[in-house]
């Protein structure tokens, strides 16, 4: 049977399954917190309210009504998203498949701000080891992080690359990290390299030669999972067409993700018309093979 996963609880996550819900689709919206509502204290510029309200309280009642409609949460964080016959949507506790898949997790990116990572993207720094682990094979990596993330990535380059070592910059680790991957938390002064990235150097004055290092600080965001599954992005958003159709099918993006105007207003528009176009896309489906 058809079903839809959306990743992300946001206006445009609950935009999207009070469409699909409503429409007789099975549907499960994947999110981890508040997004960025849970940053905004008093909203006022959005319709239906008399006076302001926050965030949170907009995210609670969003999520309570499309619960009321036979929406199934889950609360946990995405990891990865892949396709085999149908699409994987990885989690922290759990593998789900869905025939469509809306990736509406907001905007933001958690680059830190280290010397010379932002000259190096492309020539050594990456955002995804699934799409660029094949670059580094039999090669000594780093992945930049300190949580799942940071783990997942790892241990997809664990499969190709010489050595990985999970660099935390800092940071106590809040992960279990196998033995077979090298762990270090000094603080990062700088990367170096010519052309390419060629080692990492730490405050205490060591340093690591490696020939990549993935960036997977926080939590997977839109664009890392969108590349992982090979749709177009470009400048930190993903690219939609008008139905905020992918370029790769039975995916979509809305929100803030999508870019231009990061407001909630759009945030839900966008999320109607991906509910709308996946309804559209499995009618479809269904007449063809009837
Ligand atoms: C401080 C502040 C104030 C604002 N004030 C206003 C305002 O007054 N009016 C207005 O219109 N807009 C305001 N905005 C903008 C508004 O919050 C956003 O435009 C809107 O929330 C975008 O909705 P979204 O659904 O695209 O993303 P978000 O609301 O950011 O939701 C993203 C969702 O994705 C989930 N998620 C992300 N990554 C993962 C992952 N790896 N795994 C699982 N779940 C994940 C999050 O948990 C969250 O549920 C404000 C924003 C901020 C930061």
Avoid: W
């Avoid at 935009?15 to 905004?40: P, W």
């Avoid at 701000?113 to 094949?134: N, P, T």
């Avoid at 960036?215 to 890392?224: H, I, Q």
Wanted: negative net charge; hydrophobic residues 40%.
């Amino acid at each position: 049977m058809a079903n839809v996963i959306i990743i992300g609880n946001g206006p445009a996550g609950i935009s999207t399954a009070l469409y699909t819900i409503r429409a007789g689709i099975e549907t499960t919206v994947i999110g981890k917190d508040f997004g960025a509502l849970g940053k905004a204290s008093e909203i006022e510029n959005y319709y239906g309210f008399s006076q302001p309200i926050s965030g949170k309280y907009l995210v609670q009642e969003g999520v309570e009504g499309a619960k009321r409609l036979g929406v199934h949460f889950i609360s946990d964080e995405v990891l990865g998203l892949n396709f085999t016959d149908q699409f994987v949507v990885k989690t922290k506790n759990e593998d789900y498949s869905a025939t469509s898949v809306v990736i509406a997790t907001g905007t933001s990116r958690n680059t830190p701000k280290i010397k010379r990572l932002k000259e190096l993207e492309g020539r050594g720094v990456s955002y995804c080891a699934v799409c660029d682990a094949f670059f580094y094979r039999g090669k000594d990596v780093a992945v930049l992080g300190d949580g799942e993330y940071a783990l997942h990535e790892a241990l997809e380059l664990l499969q190709t690359s010489n050595s990985v070592t999970i660099l935390t910059n800092g940071k106590t680790p809040n992960i279990v990290i196998p033995e077979t991957i090298k762990v270090i938390t000094t603080p990062i002064e700088a990367l170096d390299g010519d052309e390419v990235l060629e080692s990492v150097f730490f405050q205490d004055g060591s340093n690591l030669s490696v020939s990549g290092l993935f960036v997977a600080v926080g939590v997977a965001g839109s664009t890392d999972l969108a590349k992982k599954i090979g749709a177009a992005t470009e400048n930190n958003r993903i690219l939609v067409d008008e139905n905020m159709s992918t370029n790769i099918p039975g995916l979509y993006a809305a929100g803030d993700c999508t870019g231009g105007l990061l407001q909630i207003s759009k945030a839900v528009y966008d999320g109607a018309k991906a509910g709308t176009a996946i309804i559209k896309e499995l009618r479809n489906q269904k007449v063809k093979t009837a």
